[in-house]
């Protein structure tokens, strides 16, 4: 499993190796022991996702559970491709509002580790998309928010302007300058 910082800190990309044969293939797609050495992240995953997307661009995002509910998640697409976006709202954060983007398809296999304190959310780009990630706490309606997928402060390159489908949640989401974080940075020094 190959883990790599991106360029916003606590966020990982992890490429799991692929052993390929005549049947097909086989990997580990997530090793605890190997995350916790390379991250110092502990996760304990009590929740999976899966979604389903059938038109490509769709939007979903960007979506975050506040404390004690947040959530860390670990994201993979089973099939098709999307374009996964994480944002750190951690206040004080020398990142704060800062974006990263990560191509994660069926093909590539490369996965996302978007640890809680940071907002989520993802465009498909494919038709019949399926995106799967772990969770390390458990849904709770009363602690979800969102913040709009394209607000002008955040300026996100998502490769479109309007989207082919998107929900009335994330299509009414509030704006960034409206979004109160809830998490806070924690230096690791």
């Known amino acids: 499993m190959n883990i790599q910082p991106t360029t916003l800190p606590d966020v990982f990309l992890i490429t799991p190796k692929r052993f390929s044969d005549a049947r097909g293939y086989f990997m580990e797609t997530f090793r605890q022991d190997l995350f916790q050495d390379q991250t110092g992240a502990v996760v304990d995953f009590v929740q999976e996702n899966q979604s389903l997307s059938a038109k490509a661009n769709t939007i979903r995002g960007l979506h975050y559970q506040s404390p004690p509910h947040a959530q860390g998640k670990l994201v993979r697409c089973l099939q098709g491709g999307i374009l996964d976006i994480a944002v750190d709202v951690r206040k004080n954060s020398p990142h704060y509002g800062k974006a990263i983007a990560v191509e994660l398809t069926a093909d590539n296999d490369k996965q996302l580790w978007v640890p809680a304190g940071f907002l989520h959310g993802f465009r498909t780009l494919t038709e019949n998309t399926l995106v799967s990630y772990k969770c390390t706490s458990t849904y ?17 390159d998502w490769g479109t302007d309007s989207a082919s489908e998107i929900s009335e949640r994330d299509a009414n989401a509030m704006t960034f300058s409206d979004f109160k974080t809830p998490f806070k940075f924690e230096s690791k020094a």
């Not at 709770?140 to 996100?156: C, K, R």
């Open 140 to 156: 709770s309606h009363a602690h979800e928010g969102t913040v709009s997928w394209n607000d002008p402060e955040l300026n996100i």
